[in-house]
């Protein structure tokens, strides 16, 4: 009589993909995947989101504790439908909550594939030919975006901040040698614009450089840096003894879609490394994790326009590429497609101008005895994980294949055009104000104000004069209440579900801005949608003013 851990053993055996092939179980594994994705598209309605919204129980969650026995795959496929209950679908029409893209098809059964067999790309004997595909990645996107791909280099990492991460870590060895080594043993900063992303600080703090040392320079009212700035913050560092990890250049920031001038930036580097006497050359990485895809457009026609967008969708897109088509200057870039790639998270892909550059990285293969045995590709030489899944990797892939430049570029022309029609209404109204009207994106930050007030000349006068302070705040709580019940609407099934930031910029006295946000990036968004928004905000006002 077989030992009763062995009847169990079977039974477990059974809820895995078998190695080899059985086309009974085969059937059931796919079946299984079929009863999950059931579950969850019967959780689709009207509204922008799955199921119903529920209360989140992180008190009963905490209590949890693994149980005493094994559960069929069924219950647990039950269980884990469960929790999607309240998600918004990013590809609902109605739902333009920040930079979060719908998924294709294809890039799902991209993330999908990798996670039954488990890749490894610490190296390609773990990965094999998942490894190609993400030199293939690379090279594809390396020709997109003008890097040469017989030079250029790459790993997939953990996130955007991972790609930051990466582009600063590899200007800090420039700038501090040895730092690997021997730590940040000389005072370094980064510099990047006041409407960077956040992630600056985690990068700064993380590499031991210091939140502190995290060097924000304003921005112009359209949200790039300001050059003149720039120059005068670099002078101040350098005359101060500090040496400069990376200058980051944000091509698309996450509020309103600024992009810096990174050709004057790299221009402005070269210049001061002669006039300042530098032994190193600081890096210049570019945060282009959004921006990025508008490079499909590089070599695309406006004159001719043969995909026929709009006038104002041609100036907004060409308007986008003038800056995004000199990516190819930075020393590195750091791209998402998660976010303009229509892939699931997470697809994150680091890029380096120059190869040579990962020897800044690269660990001796004497510290990791027990890897590398076989194979000729070892990416964790250099990447700071150690396991890293295929899943962004083959995600990625299937994006660019499926889509292809045209692809892109009508999704993105299309999304444009309709964020651009949605400010087109926002400024037919007297009480509406576009808050980057001359934004090239598919982002829309406005404000609401109640009866009585000038849009025409307010929102200036808030920004500059500090004797309205009070008025700002009391139009910024305004806002946050428009926000609240265009909020609760949505969860009705009435309405779109829109974000707000608490601070879109700061005013010329350093009060924060509230902004109302539309972010489309669903390829479902039509007129009737933008439409709605108006309609809802118009709602609001109604509302909050009774």
């Known amino acids: 009589m077989p030992a009763p851990y062995r009847v169990l053993l079977e039974t477990l055996r059974q809820g895995f993909p078998q190695p080899v092939s059985d086309r009974v179980h085969d059937a059931y594994f796919v079946f299984s995947i079929m009863q999950a994705l059931d579950k969850v598209d019967d959780m689709k309605s009207e509204l922008p989101l799955l199921g119903e919204p529920t209360e989140l129980d992180y008190e009963s969650a905490r209590r949890q504790e693994i149980g005493p026995s094994s559960a069929s795959v069924e219950d647990v496929s039950r269980e884990l439908v469960r929790h999607f209950a309240g998600l918004p679908i990013f590809s609902h029409p109605r739902t333009q909550v920040n930079v979060v893209p719908p998924s294709s098809i294809a890039s799902i059964i991209g993330a999908l594939l990798p996670t039954i067999y488990n890749p490894n790309l610490v190296s390609d004997d773990t990965s094999h030919g998942i490894a190609v595909a993400e030199q293939r990645v690379e090279a594809m996107t390396s020709r997109l975006l003008g890097y040469e791909p017989s030079r250029s280099a790459g790993v997939f990492t953990f996130g955007g901040t991972g790609t930051t991460l990466y582009g600063v870590k590899i200007g800090l060895e420039k700038a501090v040698p040895d730092a690997m080594e021997r730590g940040v043993h000389s005072r370094a900063v980064m510099i990047s614009s006041g409407q960077s992303h956040y992630a ?210 009508a999704l993105l022309g299309h999304i444009v055009e309709m964020a651009e029609l949605l400010r087109e209404h926002l400024e037919g109204h007297s009480t509406t104000t576009v808050l980057n009207g001359g934004n090239v994106g598919t982002v829309t930050l406005f404000r609401v104000y109640p009866d009585g007030v000038d849009t025409w000349t307010v929102p200036e006068r808030e920004r500059t004069d500090p004797t309205y302070g009070e008025k700002l705040l009391e139009h910024n709580e305004y806002n946050r209440k428009i926000y609240r019940y265009l909020h609760e609407k949505a969860m009705d099934g009435k309405g779109v579900l829109l974000s707000m930031t608490d601070c879109y910029r700061h005013t010329d006295y350093d009060e924060p801005m509230v902004a109302l946000k539309s972010y489309i990036l669903s390829p479902f968004v039509d007129e009737e949608h933008v439409r709605l928004i108006v309609d809802s905000v118009l709602e609001a006002r109604e509302h909050v003013r009774g």
């Not at 996450?254 to 002669?274: H, K, N, P, S, Y």
């Not at 006038?311 to 930075?330: E, N």
């Not at 899943?391 to 570029?409: E, N, P, Q, Y």
């Open 200 to 409: 600056r600080l985690s990068v700064a703090g993380w590499l031991g450089i210091g939140e502190d040392n995290a060097v924000q320079v304003p921005t112009h009212l359209t949200n790039d840096i300001r050059i003149d700035l720039l120059e005068q913050a670099i002078r101040e560092v350098v005359a101060d003894g500090k040496r400069i990890a990376a200058i980051v250049a944000t091509m698309g920031t996450t509020d309103a879609f600024g992009i810096d001038d990174i050709e004057a930036m790299v221009a402005l580097r070269d210049r001061l490394v002669g006039e300042l006497g530098l032994d190193y050359t600081p890096h210049v990485h570019a945060d282009a994790v959004i921006g990025w895809a508008w490079s499909v457009f590089n070599d695309y026609d406006f004159e001719e326009n043969r995909l026929g967008f709009r006038p104002r969708t041609v100036r907004a897109l060409a308007g986008a590429g003038r800056r995004i088509r000199k990516l190819s200057l930075a020393d590195s870039i750091g791209i998402d497609f998660h976010k303009t790639g229509f892939a699931p998270y997470i697809s994150s892909l680091f890029l380096v101008r120059d190869g040579e550059d990962m020897r800044y990285l690269a660990r001796g293969r004497e510290d990791m005895p027990y890897l590398f045995q076989s194979g000729e590709h070892h990416p964790g030489i250099f990447t700071l994980e150690t396991s890293r899944s295929g899943t962004g990797v083959l995600a990625a892939l299937a994006s660019l294949l499926f889509l292809g430049k045209d692809g892109f570029r």
